[in-house]
C-alpha cells in the first residue's frame, strides 16, 4: 500500500498509480481542506495529481526526490511547511 | 552515397513529380476517385521507402499525408483547396527534404520541428473516422498549444539564459496528453520524466479543472512541459510514441543560428541521368557495326602491302570512309537521344507555379501546356527552367489583369497562359503565351528614353515591334514597383542572356488589350555547333551561324565615321560597325580583296545587327564545341574551342562578349 488516508492528511510513499486514483477522489471529496505528505513519493500519477490540484489540496511534506518536488510546484504548499 | 540511397533518391522524385500533379488535378476535379487513388498510393510508397533509411521527419509527414488522403479515399473528410494547400507544403516539405541528403547524407534529413508542425496541419485537416477501425492514433490531433513560450515563467526564463549562457541549446518540450491516455496505460507524466538534461520543468492545467464533484479523474486535462539541452533527435526519440501530443520548439538564440551549415562544402553530387533501355540499346548496336567496320582496315592494309593499285586502295579506302561516316553520324544521333529529355519534365512545375501564384494575386489564371514531349538536351532544358519561371511570373504579374478588369474589357474573367512546344527543323520553338493587356510600344519608348537605353531619335526611328522588345535591353524594366513576384532585380536582360548561353534566341510579340506572346527557340543539342569561319590577320576564328544574319563585301569608301563611332548603309539601314582586329587587340588593319572592298560580318549581338569588319570568310563548318577549361577559362571573348578535320584548333568567338 503506498497511500495511507487519515481524515485531513494522507502519505503517499513509492510509486501511486492510478489504481489509487479511485480512493483518492473519493477521499477529497468527502474532506474538505486536505493535505498530503509526498515526502516519501517517487512517482504520481496524472490522475492522481489532478484530483490533488482539483482538490486544492496542500502539500505538507515535498518529495524528497527532488525531480519529482520540480515537477510538482503547481501543487499548493501547507501554509504551515517549509517551502 | 550508397546505391540504394541513391536510387532511394532517384525513385523520391519521380513519386514527388507524379504527386504535385494529381494534387492539382484532384483540386480542379475532386471528386475524381482514380486520382485519390494514385495520390494514396504514391503517398504511401513514399512513406514505405524512406522507412527503409529511417528517415523519421519524412515519415511523419507522409504519415499524416497518408492518414488523411485515406479518410479523403473513405470520403470521410472532403477535398479541398485548404487540403491541396497543406498537402503541397507536405510534399514541399519531403522535397526539400530529400535534396538536403543529397547533399550531406550523413545528417538526418527534415527539421523536426518544422515537420511536427506541417504534420499537425495535415491532422488537423481530419475528421473523425466513421466508427472503421483506425488504428492510426487520435484522429484529429489538436494542435499542441505552446502560447506559454511568449512569456516564460521568471525560473524557466533564468534557466535558459544560464544554459544558453554556456552555450547550451534550449528546447523547450510542450506535452499535451490527449483526454484518453490513461485507458491506454499511458502515464505521460513517468514518459516526461524520463526526459534528459531537463533544465526546468512544470505541469500546467490548460483549462481550469472542475470542483472535484464533477471531476472525471480518468480524463488527462494536464499539460507537461519543460525545457531540455538535449537535442532535438534524443527529445523526440524518447517521445516517439506520442510524438502527436508534443510539441519541440527551440527556443529563440539569435547569435548562434549561423552555426550549422559550416561543414556544408562535400563532394558534389554526382548528376545523372535516367535513359530509356532502347536509347541504349540503339547505341550497343552501332558500336557493333563499329567493330565490324573497324575490321576491314587490316584487311585494306594486307591489300596495299600485297601491291594492289593506289587508285583501287583509294576507292576503298573512300568506301570505308563511307560506312564509317555512316555510323559515327549514327553514333552521335544515337548519343544525342541519351541527352534528349522531353520538356514535359521542365513545364510540370508550372501548374503549382501558377496556381499558388494566381491565389496570392488574387487573378484566375487556365494554364495550357501543350506538346509536352517535345525533347532537347538535357543542358539545353536545364537552362530554360529559370528563365521559363521569369516569364511565366511575369505574365502573372504584369500581363494577366484583375478578374474585374478583364471582364470591364471584355473579355472572360480567367485569363489564360499558355505554353506550347514544338520541335523545328533542329530546333526547339517555345511559345508562352498570355491573353493580359499587353505591353504598350508607347510606354517602352518613354520609359527606355527615360532610362537612357535609347535616345528620343532612335525611339522615333524604331518600329513598335523593336520598342517593346527593349525590354530585353539590360538596365530596363517595366514595372515601376518591385513586387514580391517578378520584380526581384532581375530583369528580362538575364532572361534572354540565359536564352542565348545555350545559343537560343528570344522574341517578343505584343498587341495592347490582347495579349503578349513570346517565342523562345532553342537549339535541339548543345554538342554540335554550325560556325561560320572567318580569317582575320592569318588566323581563322568561327562565330556561331546563330549570331549571323549575312556576310556582306563593303567598298572601303562606304564607311562613314561619326567621332570614333563608324557606321555603314547597309539597304537603307544604318549598322554601326567594327573592326574584329581592334575588338581582339590585333594590331593589323584590315585586309581589303583584289576589288578594294572590306568583308563585313553582318552579326546581331543583343538583339540588334552590327558590322564586323574582317578579312575574309572561309565556309561553315559542323564543330563539337568544348568550353574552355583552366586559365582559358577566363577569357570571355571565346564561348570555348573546336579541334578540326586537319587537327588545327578553332576558337569560337563570343560576340556578345567581345562588344
Redesign the interface.
Known amino acids: 500500500m503506498s497511500i495511507i488516508l487519515n481524515h485531513l492528511e494522507a502519505t503517499f510513499s513509492d510509486i501511486v498509480a492510478i489504481s489509487d486514483a479511485d480512493i483518492v477522489l473519493e477521499w477529497v471529496q468527502q474532506n474538505q481542506g486536505v493535505s498530503v505528505d509526498l515526502s516519501a513519493c517517487s512517482h504520481l500519477h496524472p490522475a492522481v495529481i489532478q484530483i490533488l490540484l482539483a482538490s486544492g489540496a496542500c502539500v505538507s511534506a515535498w518529495p524528497t526526490d527532488p525531480d519529482l518536488a520540480r515537477w510538482l510546484s503547481i501543487l499548493r504548499a501547507n501554509p504551515g511547511s517549509d517551502q | 552515397m550508397n546505391a540504394l540511397l541513391e536510387q532511394y533518391l532517384a525513385e523520391t522524385r519521380e513519386c514527388l513529380d507524379a504527386i504535385n500533379p494529381l494534387i492539382l488535378r484532384l483540386e480542379r476535379d475532386p471528386t475524381d476517385d482514380a486520382a485519390v487513388g494514385e495520390l494514396f498510393r504514391l503517398v504511401h510508397t513514399l512513406k514505405g521507402n524512406s522507412g527503409l533509411f529511417e528517415f523519421a521527419e519524412i515519415i511523419r509527414v507522409l504519415h499524416a499525408a497518408e492518414d488523411l488522403l485515406d479518410q479523403v479515399r473513405g470520403r470521410v473528410t472532403e477535398y479541398s483547396s485548404r487540403l491541396a494547400d497543406r498537402l503541397l507544403e507536405a510534399i514541399d516539405f519531403v522535397e526539400r527534404s530529400t535534396s538536403g541528403i543529397a547533399d550531406n547524407p550523413e545528417a538526418a534529413p527534415g527539421d523536426p520541428v518544422e515537420a511536427k508542425a506541417i504534420a499537425d496541419a495535415l491532422r488537423a485537416l481530419m475528421g473523425t473516422p466513421g466508427g472503421a477501425g483506425d488504428d492510426a492514433g487520435p484522429a484529429a490531433g489538436p494542435t499542441i498549444a505552446t502560447e506559454w513560450l511568449n512569456a516564460l515563467p521568471p525560473a524557466a526564463r533564468d534557466a535558459t539564459r544560464s544554459a544558453t549562457a554556456a552555450g547550451a541549446r534550449v528546447h523547450a518540450v510542450t506535452y499535451i ?1 490527449d483526454a484518453g491516455c ?1 485507458y491506454r496505460g499511458e ?4 514518459t516526461i ?1 524520463q526526459l534528459p538534461e ?1 533544465i526546468w ?5 490548460p483549462t481550469p ?5 464533477e ?1 472525471d ?2 480524463a ?3 499539460a507537461f512541459r519543460c525545457l531540455s539541452t538535449a537535442t532535438v533527435d534524443d527529445l523526440l526519440r524518447r517521445l516517439r510514441y506520442v510524438s502527436d501530443q508534443v510539441a519541440i520548439t527551440e527556443l529563440a538564440d539569435t547569435d548562434r543560428s549561423a552555426a550549422p551549415s559550416a561543414r556544408a562544402t562535400r563532394d558534389e553530387p554526382v548528376a545523372s541521368l535516367r535513359v530509356e533501355q532502347r536509347r541504349i540499346d540503339r547505341l550497343m548496336d552501332l558500336i557493333g557495326e563499329m567493330t565490324v567496320s573497324k575490321n576491314a582496315l587490316p584487311y585494306l592494309a594486307a591489300r596495299a602491302d600485297a601491291g594492289a593499285s593506289p587508285r583501287d586502295i583509294a576507292r576503298d579506302i573512300k568506301a570505308q570512309y563511307a560506312v564509317i561516316h555512316r555510323i559515327t553520324q549514327a553514333l552521335q544521333d544515337a548519343i544525342m537521344q541519351v541527352r534528349m529529355m522531353p520538356i514535359g519534365t521542365v513545364l510540370a512545375r508550372f501548374p503549382r507555379l501558377v496556381r499558388d501564384t494566381s491565389a496570392k494575386l488574387g487573378k484566375q489564371v487556365k494554364l495550357v501546356l501543350e506538346g509536352e514531349h517535345t525533347e532537347a538536351d538535357k543542358t539545353v532544358m536545364e537552362a530554360l527552367a529559370d528563365p521559363l519561371i521569369h516569364i511565366v511570373r511575369n505574365s502573372l504579374d504584369h500581363g494577366l489583369e484583375m478578374p474585374a478588369d478583364r471582364v470591364a474589357s471584355g473579355k472572360t474573367a480567367c485569363g489564360t497562359i499558355a505554353i506550347t512546344a514544338q520541335q523545328d527543323s533542329g530546333r526547339v520553338l517555345l511559345r508562352i503565351r498570355d491573353d493580359g493587356r499587353g505591353i504598350d510600344p508607347v510606354a517602352i519608348r518613354r520609359k527606355a528614353v527615360a532610362k537612357g537605353v535609347i535616345t528620343a531619335e532612335e525611339a522615333g526611328s524604331i518600329d513598335d515591334r523593336e520598342a517593346i522588345n527593349l525590354i530585353f535591353t539590360p538596365g530596363f524594366s517595366t514595372s515601376d514597383t518591385i513586387s514580391d513576384l517578378s520584380g526581384r532585380g532581375v530583369g528580362m536582360d538575364v532572361v534572354r542572356s540565359a536564352i542565348e548561353k545555350v545559343r537560343g534566341t528570344i522574341r517578343l510579340d505584343s498587341v495592347v488589350g490582347q495579349g503578349t506572346s513570346i517565342e523562345i527557340s532553342l537549339p535541339l543539342a548543345m554538342a554540335v555547333t554550325s560556325v561560320v569561319l572567318i580569317e582575320t590577320d592569318g588566323q581563322l576564328f568561327g562565330v556561331p551561324v546563330e549570331n549571323v544574319i549575312e556576310t556582306v563585301r563593303i567598298a572601303r569608301e562606304a564607311i562613314h565615321g561619326f567621332g570614333s563611332v563608324r557606321t555603314i548603309s547597309l539597304r537603307g539601314r544604318i549598322l554601326p560597325i567594327k573592326e574584329l582586329n581592334g575588338l581582339l587587340g590585333l594590331p593589323a588593319v584590315p585586309r581589303a580583296n583584289a576589288q578594294g572592298e572590306l568583308a563585313v560580318l553582318v552579326a546581331t549581338i543583343g538583339g540588334r545587327p552590327v558590322g564586323i569588319v574582317v578579312d575574309d570568310f572561309r565556309g561553315t563548318a559542323e564543330v563539337v564545341q568544348k568550353p574552355h577549361a583552366g586559365v582559358l577559362a577566363a577569357i570571355s571573348a571565346f564561348s570555348g574551342s573546336a579541334v578540326m578535320g586537319d587537327g588545327s584548333v578553332l576558337m569560337v568567338l563570343d560576340l556578345a562578349e567581345l562588344f
Open positions: 496528453p490513461f502515464d505521460p507524466f513517468f520524466r531537463i520543468c512544470d505541469i500546467a492545467a479543472l472542475p470542483p472535484v464533484d471531476i479523474a480518468f488527462c486535462s494536464l
